[in-house]
């Protein structure tokens, strides 16, 4: 009895252990087979490893820095140098570029593309384009660049753009890197601004690149990169909503042509917070159809242009911009502080903008709205024009650059500007003590306080081209 009792028990453990080794056997192969699977993902070839660091003799060459861990698909997390990036200042990464986006683009999750610290990447221009599977992070840790000028430039390829985000929803722009422009000899062409002889501006090939659009796209975030010396302005979103800008370094030099900071048209939801922006042109420009921006806390300047809505209405075009913000902001040695600036012969509609708590250090014009502007002198007098009203202006101190009166409200002979309320201005002169009278034409409005300096050239009511009219849909 003792004896079956033991035969028993061992087959049993002999028979448990085959039914346990059959198991493995088959989850084993089950798991090869499906890791098998993934490496057959059509983008997988192409991981070739990233080629050695250039010697650190060579001026362009980067510090070498580790790829993150677990760099592929897998992790959604995709290297360039995965897709065979270099970075070495030299070596044209486009394609690898290209590939490491449509491989996160057609992720089904969330998915980071990352540029690493320490590598310089050349990129022709190029773009980007949805709709992507997932929401995107394009993670810039190290340098990006374009072609070194003109002469350089793939001929086929535009001019006027470097690198375009097209159709792209739930986007992320960010890290601590550099976007590098390479703006120089884009802006030594004859045909740019005083580069001709004597001064002038001499006839030739003028287009230059926008270094970073966004074109109908939606859900937007830009943040923390140091962008620096773009060939023309530094970032555009065209027909674009939901866009939130935060802790952006945009550098230019003074007279560097063009280089607006920040330029929106037929945009919406927008939110530009925490940034340094110091330029040749426009910090921030806002164009026709923008309406519901609010811009906090940016410092903009020195040699820079200010915080412009416009031009608009230029060739007689139609523009409508309502809702915008700007507050909580400084403007420093500029040649303009906050400014509203339209064409002649336009149509339309500027309504329901407010600039508060705004601080001026020696600028021009810090508050001006101009509705004759013109890049020439052979501007032609019209009578059409965008319609101006319900501007606030409201904590506006500091102080004026006295070439140029501290308020200057030049508006429309047949569209004159309305509501136009000034609250707690304080403007004095950077030089000397002798406080400049500001200037006013066809502007109707109020004070709600006693204004530095004292503003007595405000019509009262309501214009009779304005009233007559009262049911004109100007936008």
């Keep these: 009895m003792e004896h079956s009792n033991c035969l028993s028990l061992f087959l049993f453990c002999v028979y448990f252990l085959c039914f346990f080794l059959s198991t493995q056997g088959r989850w084993h192969h089950h798991h090869t087979k499906h890791m098998h699977h993934g490496h057959h993902h059509k983008i997988s070839e192409i991981s070739a490893p990233p080629l050695a660091a250039p010697a650190p003799s060579d001026p362009l060459a980067p510090e070498p820095s580790s790829p993150p861990e677990n760099s592929d698909d897998s992790t959604g997390v995709f290297d360039v140098r995965k897709f065979g990036a270099v970075g070495d200042g030299v070596t044209d990464d486009t394609e690898a570029f290209k590939m490491a986006w449509d491989s996160a683009c057609q992720a089904n999750s969330s998915s980071i593309i990352h540029v690493p610290n320490g590598f310089s990447f050349m990129i022709q221009s190029t773009i980007f384009t ?94 923390g990169l140091k962008v620096k010396d773009s060939p023309q302005f530094n970032f555009r979103f065209d027909g674009c909503q939901n866009v939130h800008v935060e802790s952006l370094h945009i550098t230019a030099p003074v007279l560097s042509p063009n280089t607006d900071g920040i330029h929106i048209e037929n945009t919406n939801g927008v939110e530009i917070y925490n940034s340094v922006i110091s330029n040749g042109d426009d910090c921030i420009s806002i164009g026709s159809g923008c309406h519901d921006v609010d811009i906090r806390n940016l410092t903009c300047g020195p040699g820079s242009h200010g915080i412009s809505i416009g031009s608009l209405g230029n060739h007689n075009s139609r ?137 007595s050239c405000l019509l009262e009511g309501v214009p009779r081209s304005i009233s007559d009219n009262k049911d004109t849909d100007y936008c």
């Design 130 to 223: 949805g709709p992507c599977q997932g929401g995107l992070v394009l993670q810039v840790d190290g340098t990006i660049m374009p072609p070194d000028g003109p002469d350089v430039w793939p001929k086929n390829n535009s001019k006027r753009q470097w690198l375009v985000f097209y159709r792209i929803n739930e986007m992320s722009l960010q890290g601590g890197g550099v976007i590098n422009g390479r703006g120089q000899k884009w802006w030594d062409l004859p045909c740019k601004p005083h580069k001709g002889i004597n001064g002038t501006t001499l006839p030739g090939p003028c287009d230059s690149p926008i270094a970073i659009r966004f074109f109908m796209s939606s859900n937007l975030t830009v943040k």
């Design 319 to 455: 523009a409508c911009v309502h809702n915008i913000t700007v507050r909580d902001s400084v403007i420093r040695v500029a040649d303009n502080g906050v400014r509203i600036k339209t064409w002649q012969g336009g149509s339309g509609a500027v309504s329901g903008v407010t600039f508060s708590n705004i601080h001026m250090e020696s600028v021009r014009n810090p508050i001006i709205i101009d509705q004759f502007y013109c890049l020439t002198k052979n501007c032609m007098n019209q009578t059409s024009a965008v319609y101006v009203s319900d501007i606030l202006y409201e904590g506006i101190k500091g102080t004026y650059d006295v070439r140029s009166p501290p308020m200057h409200f030049a508006c429309s002979d047949s569209v004159p500007c309305t509501n136009i309320t000034l609250s707690d201005i304080e403007l004095f002169p950077a030089q000397g003590d002798i406080v400049s009278d500001p200037f006013c034409w066809n502007v109707y409005g109020e004070l709600e306080t006693l204004t530095i300096p004292p503003v």
